[in-house]
């Protein structure tokens, strides 16, 4: 299970993450909503190990850490999926070089199964394999991208940023559930949202319901490195 108390990031010049705080358990798939893009981006990289917060705590799987301590476990053991301006896929990038790209940085001990065109066959992608990503329907773009994530064996954590941006959300949150859902690899998933569909009745979460985030504005500090820039264009 993931929980996080009082989770915060300040900015260059403003608090990026208000204090929130939530909690999902494996097989379960939380939606945590909040109106700024930037916001949402934020917390899809904190909560999945990418971005050092500036406060909080972080529980995974019964390990326990301030959020100014190491955050290695939890960046192995999650994927963030389609961040705007961190991993979405470019738009001129064809499927077949996408995938390509991304099994590359799969580590390297599970490496030598996946090869893209046999990976495309086997997860029933060769219909788009020659598409541009920016052709792709909503609901193909969220199926590519998960199974994607997922090529790491070692991902037990989902974080999937924004996916009601591109469609409704009978186009991304049918797949969103099977994956919580799914028996063979019981996942916690967590999916940062403008606002929670009509009718949902699981798990919800707001950005900033744990209150306002401590003052002071220092350097914000992301993980990896080549991600400040896209997030900085953001504040």
Known sequence: MLRVQQLSVNGRRDV?????SLQVRRGELLLVSGSR???RTALALALSGRLKPSGGHFAWDGAEWNGSTRIKTLRQASAVVDSPRVNEPEQHLSVRDLVTEDLALVPRRYRGSLVGKPWLKVNRFEDIAGLWTEQLPPARRIGLLTALALANPHTDLLVVDSPDRHGDPEDW???????????????????????????????????????????????????????????????
């Open 173 to 235: 949150l049918p797949r969103l559930e099977e994956l919580a859902h799914d028996a063979g690899r019981p996942l916690a998933v967590v999916a940062t949202v403008m606002r929670v569909p009509d009718g949902w009745t699981g798990p919800a979460a707001a950005i900033g319901n744990a209150g306002s985030a401590a003052g002071g504005d220092p350097p914000l500090d992301l993980l990896p490195a080549s991600t400040t820039p896209e997030l900085e264009d953001a504040l």
């Open 37 to 39: 893009q930037d916001q």
């Open 16 to 20: 990026l993450l208000p204090a929130t």
